[in-house]
């Protein structure tokens, strides 16, 4: 949906749309199923290496260091992709309609995430002796509320991702031919017939619970990383660090929206929807998310480090200037200096390849940024102490850790295709309720678009 | 800046010849504020009437905090009226300026009106200071009082002044010293000050010998033989200031 | 609904520059008020000067109290201009149109106001300007970069600057239109101030450039303002003040007072101004909206704050808690704040009816800036009142006539600035009233005609 001074703006109809979305949500062959061929390898080999772990038990914390970090990887990322569509729709953005449905479909990744929980908390010393936010309270505690956040989110972000798809769901079961597919669809579809009562209920429904995924989401960082990370260092009184992951998180989520789209673009043909228009909006918060994280690390930092406690010291010594001070340059270029560089520059902001690129070096800084963070808390041996002494060494990862890193990401991005199979997985009545909002006009000599702003 | 090893308790912090310390003995310390009246005769610091007691205004650059002890469980008595002797005692410990290696009160100051000097001593600038009062916040041992006044001694006391020591205005900041005019009078000549030479004021006031001061960088000081005491601790370790002033344990016999 | 009442580049040329053009008698009266109020403070200040800071409430150790919290306040208040006018313009939001000229100046006043309040609470305020700049050159001591009290003044003054200029910038096609209507003196000097505005296409262009690079370059500065204010208390060692959620919790802490300061003074604006053709209930639902989504980010920061102070169950910190909430007079002050700050504005704000009702929304944003005063008040005095573990130092703070008149003054001062502002320059920005309606369109739906804004992209 590109606009020039010479030709007159196309707008295509919602018949076409849909058109072309069902015929490819239809046609899904050897392609998809070898993609997802490789994706189940790769996570049956997450599974590999997780068992491995397992079978060194729970006794030794730092084995399962990399496992956490890849929880709050999947956290950040995958799990905070309905936020970019959630805030985007509060906001009323016009260019969020084609990927919408991408984030949303995300959502099922959680499923993996909450079962990844488990172990995770089992790895985790006992709460008495050190800090930890139950305080007087520890009633389940961290067990039971941590899996039901993170079990109420995902149910949320999946409850979410149905209601919004019901009128695609309803389309597919139109169109499908009769098969155990269209079976499933029709399940799901809930009887959609578009009345003017179903769509009051899905408007007033996604509200809610898109309020509800937004709020509840800075609670499930607040537990992650206190209970996995702050709890675990000795003197770690860093009261931003909640903050500092939400930002980092809707960084990460929008650096990973960028690169699947990317990936649909080349490798599935779906040009026509991600547009230069959809990757230069979503660099422009980038940007501004970019400049968040520094602002949010260096707030941490300054109040540390001009404070020169001891323990506070020695804190920042393993995490930022010593120990791991390797994995904090490298984040710190991918998810600040590189993003800054790079997108100030309106050639690089305003085309596809830049976002994009810049939004993979952000995933990748995102996940070095997680590792730095839980495996240097897991690393630490005693949590009870008054100040943190020794400072342990950086941790590389093992084979192990290697494979669940890979296999966990395979494994959502496994749901992913798998849930697209039946929810379309561009929304069609979304674009189409967009179609009807914009018209063509001629604006002193030029031919502009009218968008509509309901209210 | 300060280097962001743990800061070392020990002393030779950064320092050339001299570094100046105290110690103060709490089991010999009576409370008697000997060292209060020194301190103000030596320094022109402003006297206080009972009023500045009450608004809080009071200028002692080195002040006996009192807390009363409840004997049988050792704990704080926050009231006095809800404990009674026997079961209640006093504990002094006299609280001045501490010198601290790694001052709080220093990178705050926004005119460089304090800064250490390369004798460990936090010295203060009466004539830079512009009186924000950021170093009176940062310092963890309230060592600091502010001129909120125009000082004014009455006629007759006027002679009484140290000619040695500036008097201050109003708005300035002004802290202990360790009577930096006496150990300036001491090293005059150059050279390593002998052990004892001389004393600040509060040192030299103190009837039960419970202070002393001298230079810890040599071993054979009585400040140095002081601080190796089994008794000693500095007040508020764990922020990591590194004071210069140690203090040793009062040696009690109900409970350890 | 947003339907667009059209008026003429006439009727919006005559109603917008009314206040200009002619003094009403009202605003001769409230500036009189004013500057009776205005004087009462100055020497109520100079007294302080002339005696010391022993008039005011200071004691050991509470060695930072009214003034400093008045500081923190209007550098809050101040950040109402930038997310106004800034962030509203580079995310095209329509609706900011009437307020961003009212916002930006109110910015660029209190900043002024705040910037007075570290220059009269320290001790020697005659000696400060060697603060800020470079101090005995001939001695080589330049001002201590280690100190915030340095940064302070740094990024408070980059601020001021570059608000200025985004003022200045903004005003130059009204000065225009203001100079073509003038005569006598006022010709000449609206001449030089407009810079030879003609609005040709190629100043048009400059002008709509300086406006986006402005926005996305004062957009950083905003940020650091207020954080760089909140590190004062940030870096120091003062338990419950060295928390390092400060920096974002005051500055969304800023950005909620400070819109609500932009509601009261579009509010007061429109009944003074009588601008009800201009400063619609769509502005002040719009605003409401995004005050909600701010307060509640607020709170989530809030809660960062009090969980974190507990996390370590330092005494120290329990102390101070303990005094905020559970000690009176101040577990009144905090039972205030807290309602004033968020518990009673955003429910109601959730109404419709309540985000579309003047009076509400200007009692409730007064509200909310009478429990962000408290809130700085209660982060910063019982921090001192409770410092460290030494009890034999703990202290009560009161505040003194002087400090309260200092408080009220500061509320004058603001005003008057304004005040004298809107005589000399138009507070709504005419070219952009007359761009969005230029830009306004819509789009038939159905049996709707949805109002829309024409983009270029």
């Known amino acids: 949906m590109h606009n020039g001074e010479e030709e007159i703006p196309v707008i295509p109809t919602h018949q076409e749309v849909a058109a072309d979305v069902m015929g490819r949500y239809q046609e899904l062959g050897r392609r998809y199923w070898g993609w997802v061929t490789v994706l189940a390898s790769l996570f049956l080999l997450g599974i590999v290496g997780f068992v491995i772990r397992l079978a060194d038990g729970f006794d030794d914390r730092s084995n399962w260091g990399y496992h956490v970090a890849t929880i709050s990887f999947l956290v950040s990322t995958f799990m905070a992709m309905p936020i970019i569509s959630a805030g985007l729709r509060l906001a009323k953005a016009n260019w969020r309609r084609s990927f919408t449905r991408v984030t949303e479909n995300m959502a099922v990744a959680s499923l993996l995430i909450v079962l990844m929980v488990i172990p995770a908390l089992a790895a985790l010393p006992p709460l008495e002796g050190r800090m930890n936010i139950w305080f007087e309270f520890p009633l389940g505690a961290p067990n039971l509320w941590n899996m039901m956040s993170f079990g109420t989110l995902a149910l949320i972000g999946i409850s979410l991702l149905w209601t919004l798809a019901l009128p695609d769901l309803a389309a597919a079961r139109d169109h499908l031919p009769p098969s155990r597919r269209q079976r499933i669809v029709r399940w799901m579809a809930m009887g959609w017939v578009g009345h003017v009562r179903q769509w009051r209920v899905l408007y007033m429904g996604s509200l809610i619970m898109g309020a509800f995924y937004m709020l509840l989401y800075p609670l499930i960082q607040t537990l992650m990383i206190s209970d996995f990370h702050a709890g675990l260092l000795p003197a770690w009184k860093d009261a931003i660090l909640p903050a500092t992951q939400v930002v980092a998180s809707l960084q990460a989520a929008a650096g990973m929206t960028l690169v699947v789209m990317y990936v649909m673009r080349r490798v599935a043909g779906y040009d026509r929807y991600f547009t230069v228009e959809q990757f230069w909006s979503l660099a422009k918060p980038l940007l501004s998310f970019s400049l968040l994280w520094f602002y949010f690390w260096w707030a941490s930092f300054i109040t540390f480090w001009y404070g020169r406690q001891p323990g506070e010291s020695s804190l920042i010594q393993f995490l930022i200037l010593d120990s791991w001070r390797g994995p904090m340059m490298v984040s710190f270029f991918l998810n600040f200096l590189g993003p800054l560089i790079a997108l100030v520059w309106n050639p690089v902001r305003r085309s596809i390849w830049g976002p994009a690129l810049v939004g993979a070096g952000i995933v990748v800084g995102a996940l070095i940024n997680q590792i730095r963070l839980y495996v240097a808390a897991f690393s630490v041996a005693d949590p009870t102490q008054h100040v943190l002494d020794p400072i342990p060494a950086g941790q590389w990862p093992g084979p192990p850790d290697v494979l669940i890193v890979v296999g966990a990401i395979s494994g959502c991005l496994l749901l992913f295709m798998l849930v697209s199979k039946l929810i379309p997985v561009i929304s069609i009545w979304e674009i189409g309720e967009g179609l009807r909002l914009v018209k063509v006009r001629k604006f002193y000599g030029r031919y502009l678009r009218v968008i509509a702003k309901s209210h | ?256 | 609904m947003y339907y667009r009442r059209t008026l003429t580049d006439a009727q919006i040329n005559d109603e917008l520059l009314g206040t200009v053009m002619t003094t009403p008698l009202r605003w001769v009266v409230i500036a009189s008020f004013l500057a009776v109020i205005l004087m009462g403070t100055f020497s109520a200040v100079g007294f302080m000067i002339n005696q010391g800071l022993g008039v005011t409430g200071l004691r050991q150790p509470v060695f930072w109290g009214f003034f400093i919290t008045n500081f923190v306040f209007w550098v809050g208040i101040s950040h109402a201009g930038v997310m106004i006018s800034a962030i509203l313009r580079l995310s095209q939001a329509e609706w900011r149109r009437p307020m961003v000229r009212a916002a930006e100046t109110m910015t660029v006043f209190s900043l002024m106001c705040s910037l007075s309040m570290p220059l009269i609470h320290a001790g020697r305020p005659w000696r400060i300007f060697y603060w800020v700049f470079p101090y005995d050159w001939a001695r080589g001591i330049w001002p201590d970069v280690r100190s915030p009290l340095i940064w302070d003044p740094t990024a408070i003054i980059t601020y001021l600057l570059s608000s200025s200029l985004f003022v200045y910038t903004a005003l130059i096609p009204d000065l225009a239109i203001i100079r073509d209507r003038s005569t006598g003196w006022r010709r000449p000097v609206y001449g030089a101030l407009a810079l030879g505005w003609h609005g040709n296409p190629r100043q048009w262009k400059l002008q709509g450039l300086a406006g986006i690079l402005l926005s996305a370059l004062i957009l950083p500065v905003f940020v650091s303002v207020h954080s760089i204010v909140s590190w004062d208390f940030g870096v120091s060692l003062v338990p419950s003040w060295h928390v390092t959620v400060f920096a974002p919790y005051f500055v969304i802490g800023a950005v909620h007072s400070g819109v609500c300061a932009v509601v009261t003074l579009m509010i007061v604006m429109r009944k003074l101004y009588k601008l009800e053709n201009f400063i619609w209930e769509e502005h002040i639902d719009a605003l409401a909206r995004l005050l909600i989504v701010v307060a509640t980010g607020w709170m989530f920061f809030f809660w960062l704050d009090l969980i974190y102070a507990l996390w370590l169950r330092e005494e120290q910190e329990l102390t101070v808690w303990m005094l905020r909430m559970f000690e009176p007079p101040w577990s009144w002050m905090f039972l205030v704040f807290f309602m004033c700050s968020y518990v009673i504005p955003v429910p109601l704000w959730m109404f419709r009816r309540v985000r579309r009702s003047f009076t509400m929304m200007l009692w409730t944003s007064l509200l909310v800036n009478v429990g962000m005063f408290l809130e700085r008040f209660i982060i910063i005095v019982p921090a001192l009142m409770r410092k460290g573990p030494m009890t034999f130092d703990y202290a009560t703070y009161r505040f003194s006539p002087i400090e309260f008149t200092v408080l009220g003054g500061s509320i004058a001062l603001v005003a008057f600035l304004l005040l004298m502002f809107s005589k000399f320059f138009p507070l709504i920005p005419l070219w952009e009233e007359k761009e969005g309606q230029v830009l306004a369109d819509s789009v038939r739906v159905g049996k709707l005609d949805v109002p829309g804004i024409v983009k270029e992209h």
């Open chain 2, 1 to 256: 800046m300060a280097t962001q090893a743990k800061p070392s308790t020990d002393t030779n912090h950064g320092t050339i010849g001299h570094k100046w310390a105290m110690v103060i003995d709490l089991d010999r310390c009576t409370g008697c504020q000997a060292c209060v009246i020194a301190c103000q005769s030596e320094n022109n610091v402003r006297f206080n009437e009972e009023s500045a007691f009450h608004e809080g205004r009071v200028m002692q650059w080195i002040r006996v905090e009192r807390y009363w002890e409840h004997v049988p469980t050792g704990k704080q008595v926050r009231d006095d009226r809800l404990a009674e002797f026997p079961n209640v005692k006093a504990r002094f410990i006299p609280i001045l300026c501490q010198h601290c290696d790694n001052a709080p009160c220093e990178p705050v100051c926004p005119v460089f009106a304090t800064y250490h000097n390369n004798e460990g001593l936090n010295v203060q600038v009466y004539n830079r200071c512009v009186g924000t009062r950021y170093c009176g916040n940062n310092c963890p041992y309230h060592a600091r009082s502010f001129n909120y006044w125009e000082p004014v001694w009455p006629e007759s006391l006027q002679n009484q002044l140290n000619p040695d020591v500036t008097v201050r205005t109003r708005g300035v900041m002004e802290k202990c010293s360790f009577c930096i005019q006496r150990i300036r009078r001491a090293t005059r000549g150059g050279g390593e000050v002998e052990d004892g030479a001389f004393d600040p004021a509060c040192v030299q006031s103190c009837p039960t010998g419970a202070m002393t001061f001298g230079n810890i960088n040599n071993d054979k000081s009585r400040v140095a033989e002081l601080a190796k005491s089994e008794r000693h601790f500095r007040v508020m370790e764990g922020l990591g200031t590194s004071p210069s002033v140690i203090y040793l344990k009062k040696v009690d016999g109900t409970h350890a």
